[in-house]
Each structure stands twice: as structure tokens, then as C-alpha cells.
């Protein structure tokens, strides 16, 4: 095929949640859109999920949380994203986070948060820019 | 993009076992960017150590997870592995889900293990066109055991031979009967064959459908296919299977390493000007504007597009031989 770079999409979701309905529907969209889904099931630790990014060198790490533990868990993947020299790697959020901690979570580096309802077309097109900023 | 010397400390890294440098040059590879031949002309000399292990069969027979019990009983063994895991790209979009991992993340984050999946983007055979290189990567890392996983395979998915020393092929029982195991292709590939799921009704009817066909074989072969039964989600059966395995490396080394080795090189080399002669001439056609005149007869049905090629050949090889002269 051409030598064009494909885009590489780590879907992970850390922590307890119990189903993966909305990461798999996500998945799927940036599948659609022609890019490389590396998608890693339920219950991944920040160690599991930072590992999986490096050894796919992937572009892009979208995080799925539902069980409200984001506040604990995206600050100790950020911190093995940096450690592991993974600066490259665009890093954004879905699913049931409350708009008061988004300004904290970009903070650390979280690229951006979206909540339920997004249309796929937001995502794809989000990934699609920030990844090109980034090469 | 890359200079040379950028070129050389990553393959320096990569000869180190430097996780992230395996990756990124992997992904050279897959992109093939102007760098890969420099890079696998130079972790060339440092490949032909390990053991490659290839893992075949149809969706969903346990292929993945299997291979993680194999991974597991491995590093108890004390062995380091690599694992390049093949799913297929969409012939429609160019994407592609790969799922391989999900059975595997319990070794995400062991250093003896180093897994990557990848997408077929084209390829028919059952593995990406880039898996032959990623392997040599692997290699020159020093990884000791290499299992490659090809997408879900039918019949004729059968690229995994020219890659892997150790084929082994994942079935399950109610996938098909005998009529099925006699059939060409995935079946005749098989060094050791596994039915997987045993604890379902059949498995021992699967077993006895694989037996038969083995022993139809006229041929009289030294190395005589073994077939295991496993349950690769409780990892029964597994330590049985991976003695198979090594088995059938041990057999290998006796000789016929060397022959398959040859066999190997040869295809390999073979595909290598294949692929140069294509594009040197099609290049050459397209900037001659040859190409384009012979496009529009064709159109105009002056000619049909076989005729058109060995005229286009024919001329070429005058040039060529002119040439060197």
C-alpha cells in the first residue's frame, strides 16, 4: 500500500468498569475511519495500558472510564506516559466524568474530555487534527 | 527523515532489547519508509536465533488465548518471547480492530515479553506483508521463543510456513468432519496440530478426524504430526503441547533446519526482485509515456492488456541488453 503513516488508536479502559458497550462503539468508529484499533478489554491497570501504547507505538491513547475512579487513575497513566517518554502520544478521555474535574484532568495532560452522546464524527475528526499537529 | 547515523543508534538500541526501539522500528517497517531496508540490512546478521513458532487456525479456535498460556509456561521455562499477533484490515476502509490482546494483557507488562499486533493491510496470506521483518526484529533483539498469530485462517491462508520453523494448527471440535480435514491447504501445513476446547462433546471425534487424515499420508515422513488436546482457558493440556513443540525444534536442528532455512531464503529472495523488476519497469514505462500510449489502445480495443504487456517486455529487454553491451 502507500507509505502514508496510519493512525494507531490504543482504546483502553482502566480500571473497574464493568461492561465496554460506549469504548467498543468508539473503537469501532475510529475502525470505520480507517485507522489501526488496538483494543485491550476490561480491567487494564496504568501499567497494563502504558506498556500496550509502547509496545503498539501507537499515535493516539483514548481512555474509556465509567466508575468514577478517573481522578486517581488518569494522574498515575499520565505520570508513566512521561516516564516511559511517550510525549508524543495524544491522550484523551470519554464516558461518565463530571465537568468540574476537566480542568484539572487537562492538566495533566489530558488532551480533552468527552461526555456521553458525542457523535463518532467528533472523535474521529479530534484525533485526526491533533495527531497530524503532533507528527 | 532519518539520517543514517539516527538509523544506526536505533538499530544499536533495538540489538540492546530497547522496547521502545523495537516498536518504533517496527513501525517503520509496517509504513515502509525509506529507512527499512538500511535497518534490516544492518539487524540482518544479528537474526537466526530463535525459535519460531507459528500459530494457525479459524477464527475464534482459541488461538490467542492459547498463545498466552504458551507465553506463560514459556517464562516459567525461562525463556524471553515475541509475539506478533495478525488481524485483518478492512478491504473497504483501511482499518483495521485488533483484538488479539484482549487474552494476552496479563503479559503486558512482564520485560521478558514484547507483544505487537498487526494489520494485514493487504495481504492475503494470513499475515502482513511487514510480519517477516518484525520477526527479524524480534530476533535480533534476542528474544528466545518468536509466536506469530495469523488472522483467523480458512483453507488457503497458508503464508505462515514461509516465516515460522514450528506450525502449529489450533482447531476445534465441531468445526467440521473428516471431509474438512482432508481438504488442501491449512490442513497439510500442520507440524503439530492441536484441538482446542476439549472439554466440548467431540473433541475426541475431532482428534480421531485429524489421526485419520495424518495417517492417509503416503509419504513416508520422519517428522509424523502430532495432535494435542488442550483447553487453552484453564491451560490444561499446554506444558504437553509446548513439549511437542520443542520436539519438533529438536527435530529441525537435526538437519532439516537447514533445508527449510534454504527454502526460506529462496521464496524470499525470489519475492525481493520480483518486486524491484516490477517497479524499475513499471517506473520506466510510466516516465517514457509508454505506458499511457499502450493504455489508450487498449481503450481503444487495439490491443488487449496481455498482448500490450509482452510487447511493452519485449522492447524493455532490447534496451536492457543493449545496455550491456
Do not use: C
Not at chain 1, 91 to 106: N, R
Amino acid at each position: 500500500m502507500t507509505t502514508e503513516k496510519k493512525i494507531r488508536v490504543l482504546v483502553a479502559k482502566p480500571g473497574l468498569d464493568s461492561h465496554d458497550r460506549g469504548a467498543k462503539i468508539v473503537a469501532r468508529a475510529f475502525r470505520d475511519a480507517g485507522m489501526e484499533v488496538i483494543y485491550t478489554g476490561l480491567r487494564q491497570t496504568p501499567e497494563q495500558i502504558v506498556e500496550t501504547a509502547l509496545q503498539e507505538d501507537v499515535d493516539v491513547i483514548a481512555l474509556s472510564i465509567l466508575s468514577g475512579a478517573h481522578m486517581t487513575l488518569f494522574p498515575k497513566i499520565m505520570e508513566l506516559v512521561k516516564k516511559r517518554g511517550l510525549d508524543n502520544v495524544l491522550v484523551f478521555a470519554g464516558g461518565i466524568i463530571p465537568q468540574e474535574d476537566v480542568p484539572a484532568l487537562k492538566k495533566i495532560g489530558i488532551a480533552e474530555v468527552f461526555g456521553p452522546g458525542t457523535p463518532t464524527d467528533t472523535l474521529v475528526r479530534f484525533v485526526r487534527e491533533n495527531v497530524q499537529k503532533r507528527r | 527523515m532519518n539520517t543514517l547515523t539516527q538509523v544506526k543508534q536505533l538499530v544499536n538500541s533495538v540489538l540492546k532489547g530497547d522496547r521502545k526501539s523495537i516498536a518504533k522500528t517496527i513501525t517503520l517497517i509496517e509504513n515502509n519508509l525509506p529507512e527499512t531496508q538500511e535497518i534490516i540490512s544492518l539487524l540482518y546478521p544479528h537474526t537466526g536465533k530463535a525459535h519460531i513458532i507459528g500459530v494457525t487456525g479459524p477464527a475464534g479456535s482459541g488461538k490467542s488465548t492459547l498463545i498466552e498460556k504458551l507465553v506463560k509456561e514459556l517464562r516459567r521455562n525461562g525463556k524471553t518471547v515475541g509475539v506478533a499477533a495478525v488481524d485483518p484490515t478492512s478491504p473497504f476502509t483501511g482499518g483495521a480492530f485488533l483484538g488479539d490482546r484482549v487474552r494476552m494483557q496479563d503479559l503486558a507488562t512482564d520485560n521478558g515479553v514484547f507483544i505487537r499486533s498487526m494489520a494485514t493491510r493487504g495481504s492475503l496470506g494470513g499475515l502482513a506483508k511487514a510480519t517477516k521483518d518484525a520477526v527479524k526484529v524480534l530476533d535480533a533483539a534476542g528474544k528466545d521463543v518468536l509466536i506469530v498469530e495469523t488472522v483467523g485462517a480458512g483453507q488457503t491462508e497458508v503464508d505462515i510456513i514461509k516465516v515460522a520453523h514450528t506450525v502449529v494448527v489450533v482447531l476445534a471440535p465441531g468445526l467440521g468432519d473428516d471431509i474438512q480435514a482432508i481438504k488442501a491447504g491449512q490442513m497439510e501445513i500442520g507440524d503439530v496440530f492441536v484441538i482446542n476446547k476439549a472439554d466440548r462433546e467431540n473433541a475426541d471425534r475431532a482428534v480421531s478426524d485429524v489421526e485419520a487424515m495424518l495417517e492417509m499420508n503416503q509419504e513416508k515422513r520422519e517428522w509424523r504430526p502430532p495432535v494435542v488436546k488442550t483447553l487453552a482457558l484453564t491451560g490444561e493440556g499446554v506444558p504437553e503441547l509446548l513439549e511437542k513443540i520443542s520436539q519438533h525444534g529438536s527435530y529441525l536442528k537435526g538437519g532439516v533446519l537447514q533445508k527449510r532455512s534454504l527454502q526460506r531464503i529462496e521464496s524470499e529472495l525470489e519475492e525481493a526482485i520480483k518486486l524491484r523488476i516490477t517497479e524499475t519497469v513499471l517506473n520506466d514505462f510510466k516516465k517514457t509515456g509508454k505506458f499511457n500510449e499502450f493504455l489508450h489502445k487498449i481503450l481503444e480495443k487495439e490491443m488487449d492488456p496481455n498482448s500490450a504487456a509482452e510487447a511493452l517486455l519485449k522492447q524493455r529487454l532490447k534496451k536492457t541488453v543493449r545496455e550491456s553491451k
